[in-house]
């Protein structure tokens, strides 16, 4: 194969890396819509964009120091922006103490770790050297982002749910994985190749896993079949718990790339009898108030 051929497939696989990981970037904005529709924050955890604001910063700093990476820079400049908005959309939203830590971890890893690399590499190091070491870094650090899913994963594999899994993100990360380790590849650049061959295989993984556990029982539906609830009125019942409870921001639990993990919680629905205002009993059938926690029978 020609050195020509070489340059027009590297060039065709960063273009679709670019397509692809700009897909990605937009991934939590159903979260933001809902942020936007509830006028808050609350429940919802900044983490996963300063850390996808800092990886991007850091790719640029690293392409910047390389010759051949334009495409590098175009994906991460949009991923800079867009992390940015979702950022100060969060902050606007977000209660005063989640603001608080936010802009805490802002400052934490953008101004002062960010700024460390630079300051660091620009002082310390020059030429190869710098480009190795500032290449080391974006490995490790990229290493680390691609291990954060273990965490869904583990939590697939014990409840036996998908529910924190979605197929098609699955899709999406691991397809960004392929295009972006033959484009590291192609440019003999293994900083770029290793972690994309790690987010493939957890890629994978995740694939399977939904396949083998699309249609099983959750566990804890398991466990909550057959629970007897009685009441003072001399009621019995057996209840099953169909739905498990889901928090809102389940989507941001998932991209947030990094991918954190969330807790699965079920409940049950307590079973009231229908009383009057003299709190007789004025209705045999079982009455399913959601969302609270004790049970209240007759007197």
């Not at 993984?205 to 003072?232: A, H, M, R, W």
């Amino acid at each position: 194969m020609t050195v020509g051929s070489f340059a027009h497939l590297t060039l065709a696989f960063g273009l679709l890396g670019n397509v692809v990981s700009f897909m990605v970037f937009l991934s939590p904005l159903p979260t933001f819509y809902k942020i936007y529709k509830r006028k808050s924050a609350e429940g919802y955890q900044s983490v996963p964009y300063v850390v996808g604001l800092f990886s991007a910063m850091l790719w640029i700093y690293y392409a910047l120091l390389k010759s051949n990476a334009m495409l590098l820079i175009t994906i991460n400049s949009v991923g800079c922006f867009i992390q940015t908005f979702y950022l100060c959309f969060f902050i606007f939203y977000a209660p005063k103490k989640a603001r608080i830590e936010s802009l805490k971890l802002i400052g934490l890893m953008i101004v002062v770790g960010f700024g460390l690399i630079v300051g660091l590499t620009q002082f310390l190091a020059s030429g190869a050297n710098r480009v190795a070491i500032v290449g080391w870094i974006c490995l490790v650090f990229a290493l680390c982002v691609f291990v954060a899913p273990m965490g869904v994963v583990r939590q697939v594999i014990k409840t036996k749910s998908v529910e924190y899994m979605p197929i098609l993100l699955s899709v999406a990360l691991t397809l960004n994985a392929v295009t972006w380790f033959f484009y590291g590849l192609l440019l003999r650049d293994y900083n770029i190749a290793i972690p994309n061959v790690l987010g493939f295989t957890f890629g994978i993984l995740q694939i399977i896993l939904y396949f083998v556990y699309k249609n099983k029982k959750p566990v804890c539906d398991e466990k909550l079949s057959g629970i007897e609830i009685k009441t003072k009125a001399g009621i019995e019942v057996n209840t099953k718990a169909d739905e498990q409870k889901i928090p809102e921001n389940k989507d941001q639990e998932i991209v947030d790339i990094v991918k954190l993990s969330a807790a699965l919680m079920c409940s049950i629905n307590p079973v009231v009898a229908k009383l009057d205002e003299n709190n007789n009993v004025v209705d045999d059938r079982l009455v399913v108030e959601p969302h609270v926690t004790t049970i209240e029978v007759a007197a």
